[in-house]
């Protein structure tokens, strides 16, 4: 098999599971929370790096922003022996109970994106795999976190998520909002794959805390303090559950 045009890996190269967040400068962060690590590649917004955690042997690669360039670490990662994908990310509430700093699991994506619809219909679900979604709500309630388990969106445009769109979400009861989820479910659940998703709250569209907004660390409560880093290590913990 050929080199992997943009994660410039190999077959074998790879382990049998994948964190995969967003940020390629995440991938050092949660390779700290490892116990050892080795960098694979970079390019692009693609960096991978294998490590191991409590004797789990794993990846983590940066996707990117957007369903268009996580499908292709997906696609690639599937072509060098990777089984499951567990997203590690943040994302933005919809409902107004939902506080900054919450865990949310999501087990499925509203397609408000165009990647997946050249896969398939809309109508078939992009659902996560129920062991992926069990451990990881399995870790993050060991972890005491205050988790919401349900369905989310997964949207193409950041900037023109209207008040009308936040309403419409609100309404069908989404849980939040992000963009990466709805095509990583559906390529994982087309190749026969697993993935899931855990994503921590770093605002709320509904209460008009959204990502950026200027908040003093001493007015934040506990639990939006280091939430990435307690996302990390719920997904970490779940992967010695796979």
């Not at 080795?38 to 790096?49: C, D, G, L, P, S």
């Not at 294998?50 to 997906?74: K, Q, V």
């Not at 022996?81 to 939902?98: D, K, M, P």
């Amino acid at each position: 098999m050929t080199t992997q045009p943009h994660l410039l890996v190999d077959d074998g190269d790879l382990t049998d599971i994948a964190l995969i967040p967003g940020d390629p400068g995440r991938v050092d962060r949660i390779a700290d929370h490892c116990d050892e690590s080795e960098t694979i590649a970079q390019n692009r917004e693609y960096k991978v790096v294998n490590a191991t955690y409590e004797g789990r042997e794993l990846t983590i690669c940066s996707t990117g922003i957007g369903c268009p360039s996580a499908a292709i670490a997906i696609e690639e990662m599937a072509n060098v022996g990777v089984e499951t994908f567990l997203r590690v990310g943040t994302t933005g509430a919809l409902q107004s109970e939902i506080e900054i700093g919450d865990m949310i699991v999501a087990t499925g994506a509203a397609k408000n994106e165009g990647t997946s619809k050249r896969y398939e219909a809309v109508e078939y679900p992009a659902v996560a795999d129920y062991d992926a979604l069990s451990a990881l709500v399995d870790s993050a309630e060991a972890n005491n976190e205050d988790v919401h388990v349900g369905p989310i969106a997964s949207d193409d445009a950041y900037y023109a998520e209207t008040d009308d769109a936040v309403d419409d979400w609100e309404a069908a009861n989404l849980l939040s909002v992000e963009m990466e989820a709805a095509a990583v479910f559906s390529l994982a659940r087309r190749k026969g794959l697993r993935a899931g998703a855990i994503c921590t709250v770093d605002g709320n569209l509904v209460e008009g805390t959204q990502k950026g907004t200027d908040t003093e660390d001493d007015e934040l409560p506990d639990k939006a303090k280091n939430n990435v880093g307690r996302a990390i290590d719920i997904a970490l913990e779940a992967t010695t559950k796979l």
